[in-house]
């Protein structure tokens, strides 16, 4: 039985892993198309990217020391502790980098300082379930993603759209998973294709001639 | 449902001028038709054009005010398919340039 958990352990670490250098790759082309244009909201997005794929390996590592170095269901209360907050510093870098997203994607005007700051402290000034919060951010983002599609009907904007709708839903099966193993690794899948389908949009970018 | 472009960045200008250049193929863009391409007023068309001369992104060629063309450098072409890559990819994301 505790070999089959962390089996499956190990399956969710590799979604995890291919997502955040996923992440990473996004990050790094979103910094070359800003110090290529210039546009600040580029490097905003390339911020996003990169805390995600920080707060991802974070995760990764963390959870791969407790659970598969240390052994399942650990009997020392401090590294529990510790476990929760790993997660919570996930969850976390997570809801940032939404916001990021949130915020380099939305049309019209450039945000404000204060209002980002405002922005960014929501998890800390809103004491309710992180997860939900990590929904309504990022629905916010595929809805910011879709206007963005009605409006210039891109098959680049497609796939943005795509991966985004792909990691929102990744969230929706998380949240209700609770104790479901099947769940929840589906809910690792959905987050991987989504990063797959922004990869592939920076791949068709990258080939046109 | 028209997209309003409020504000166009330097580099944007940029490109759009080397576009104009580079959609007169062989014979190259007199200052005229980059002027009325890249929607621009003569002095920061002077402006414009003497940076991208400068930076080798662009060479002047033909004798005399009136007989001036441009044409796009390999460096310049280089620019402007990377520029339209970005462009592009921040145009997934919503984000003008």
């Known amino acids: 039985m505790q070999a089959e958990a962390i089996a499956l352990i190990r399956l969710d670490l590799l979604f995890e892993s291919i997502s955040g250098v996923i992440a990473m790759i996004i990050a790094f082309y979103a910094t070359k198309a800003y110090n290529l244009t210039e546009q600040k909201r580029l490097s905003d997005l390339s911020t996003g990217f990169l805390v995600l794929s920080i707060g991802m390996f974070s995760h990764v590592i963390g959870t791969w020391y407790f659970y598969v170095r240390l052994g399942l269901e650990v009997p020392i209360p401090e590294l529990a502790t510790t476990m929760t907050v790993v997660t919570l510093t996930y969850h976390f870098l997570q809801i940032m980098a939404y916001l990021l997203f949130v915020l380099s994607t939305r049309r019209g005007g450039r945000v404000k300082q204060p209002e980002m700051a405002m922005l960014m402290a929501l998890p800390i000034l809103i004491d309710v379930d992180l997860e939900l919060i990590t929904i309504f951010v990022m629905l916010v983002v595929v809805l910011q993603a879709l206007l963005n599609y009605a409006l210039v009907r891109s098959r680049f904007a497609l796939y943005v759209l795509g991966g985004f709708f792909l990691i929102f839903l990744s969230h929706i099966f998380l949240i209700t998973a609770e104790e479901n193993v099947f769940r929840y690794l589906v809910s690792q899948a959905l987050q991987l294709l989504g990063f797959l389908t922004l990869l592939l949009m920076v791949y068709k970018v990258g080939r046109m001639e | ?97």
Do not use: C, W
């Not at chain 2, 863009?29 to 621009?40: E, V």
């Not at chain 2, 003569?42 to 441009?70: C, F, I, M, P, W």
């Open chain 2, 1 to 97: 449902m028209s997209r309003k472009r409020a504000y166009r960045s330097k580099m944007r200008i940029l490109a759009d001028m080397m576009r104009a250049i580079q959609s007169e193929g062989e014979e190259g863009a007199g200052p005229t038709k980059i002027l009325y391409a890249a929607n621009l007023s003569h002095d920061r068309l002077t402006q414009y054009l003497d940076e991208l001369v400068e930076k080798e992104l662009v060479k002047e060629a033909g004798d005399g005010e009136s007989n001036r063309v441009y044409h796009l450098t390999e460096k310049g072409r280089d620019f402007l398919r990377e520029f339209v890559k970005m462009e592009k990819f921040s145009e997934a994301f919503g984000i003008d340039i």
